[in-house]
């Protein structure tokens, strides 16, 4: 299994970023996509998360308003658009795939349920 982030880079405070995660050795569809950021010397927090449909999403309130999430199956794609960039938001950035084993199940938000972890994009934001 691979998932590959791309995407971040250095934005001016007020800026967007897109970032991208291709999944390769997973039934794509089957799965929730998340992502999840790191800043240095604190743990890892969940941003947002869709479901393996891609009909539901479910972002942090931190992030809520700022950012959307979508997939696209057919390309095993996930993407994370992220706007209004504060120095805050500076981080690794990282997308994770869980296991989606009912249509009706809650959208996972916590590192632990997340099966396969790609290698994070570096997300800085000037001020």
């Known amino acids: 299994v691979q998932l590959q982030a791309s995407g971040g880079g250095l934005v001016q405070a007020g800026g967007s970023l897109r970032l991208s995660c291709a999944a390769s050795g997973i039934i794509f569809s089957s799965y929730f996509m998340g992502w999840f950021r790191q800043a240095p010397g604190k743990e890892r927090e969940f941003v947002a998360a869709i479901n393996g449909g891609g009909r539901n999403t479910y972002i942090s309130d931190s992030m809520r308003g700022r950012v959307t999430i979508a997939r696209v199956n057919a390309k095993n794609t996930v993407t994370l658009q992220m706007a209004s960039l504060n120095p805050e938001d500076t981080a690794i950035y990282y997308c994770?795939?869980?296991?989606?084993?009912?249509?009706?199940?809650?959208?996972?938000?916590?590192?632990?349920?997340?099966?396969?972890w790609g290698q994070g994009t570096q997300v800085t934001v000037s001020s």
């Open positions: 994770a795939a869980a296991p989606q084993r009912s249509i009706l199940g809650p959208i996972p938000t916590s590192t632990g349920e997340y099966s396969y």
